[in-house]
């Protein structure tokens, strides 16, 4: 680290933590596959955090809105600091509220979380995260022909354009343009990218849910709103009307490898007491430290399911 990357970190509200490389690469065709579901998505994030403290790496991340972007911290290498964001920061206003959907036209305050939080407050590092030598697809819905768009590891460039797009939910949030495409939220298109991931040959597939086992989606149900807000993008208001039956088509998918021997899914057990907004510390620490209890308990399942030796 240089001299002026020194100087940069001195300047941030908590100490930074250097990202560390990750010991055990998987093999290939091995995939972690992530819905998201907003401040539930720390679930993941806890997930991701007994991965880290075994020091393992998918070959291959698809995720969308809120799983792609705590995967960010997880390619990263940097134990704790998705914890730390839960503890210090999702309680503020700036970070999820009202106040910043009247304002600012979007739930989520992006400028804080992407911007704000990674330049001053916790120090994220892009130098472990363009070096891990994995694809990382994030994905967002085109709001021009309801299909999704992925975005390469290369893409998650300075300011995160394409995962705030995967991350801008309809109707609580503005579209995003970004490498000539009008975006939204990937989780409308491709809620769990199972099917991308099994598009791209991976034969084993680690999926990682937000909700409860028995959870099915219910169809939106305010038509006339969409027509209002988004009557330029037809493909846009069909996709939403329609994610309920790509979600439900998409897990039982993932319940059926599973049951093959093709997949092993690690959702929440515990039953939920966070909402996709919610901003309750103590009970976002509690959902992040069952996904970590959780998936530490099955990380030998899965080293010897993906064939890595252990």
Known sequence: MNNQMN?????????????????????????????????????????????????????????????????????????????????????????????????????????????????????????????????????????????????????????FPATIASCSVPLAAKIVKYGGYELLDGGVSSPIPIEKSIEDGNEFHVVVLTRNQGYKKEAFRHKNILKLFYRKYPNLINAILNRHEVYNRQLALCEQLEREGKALIIRPQIPLAVERAGTNTKKLLALYDEGHEEARNLIRKILSRSGQSF
């Open 7 to 159: 100087t940069e970190l001195k300047s941030y509200t908590h100490p930074p933590v250097k990202g560390e490389s990750h010991k055990k690469m998987l093999p290939s065709k091995t995939a972690l596959v992530l819905e998201g579901g907003g401040t539930r998505g720390f679930y993941s994030a806890g997930v991701f955090e007994a991965f880290m403290d075994e020091g393992i790496m998918f070959p291959y991340i698809a995720g969308v809105s809120a799983g792609a972007a705590n995967a960010l911290t997880y390619v990263a290498g940097q134990r704790g600091r998705n914890r730390l964001i839960v503890e210090k920061y999702v309680g503020n206003k700036k970070y999820v509220s009202r106040r910043n959907l009247l304002r600012y036209g979007s739930l989520f305050g992006y400028d804080f979380i992407f911007k704000t939080i990674p330049d001053s407050h916790i120090f994220w590092d892009r130098e472990v995260f363009e070096n891990t030598d994995i694809r990382f697809l994030t994905g967002a819905i085109d709001c021009n022909t309801g299909r999704t768009v992925w975005f390469e590891k290369q893409d998650i460039t300075a300011g």
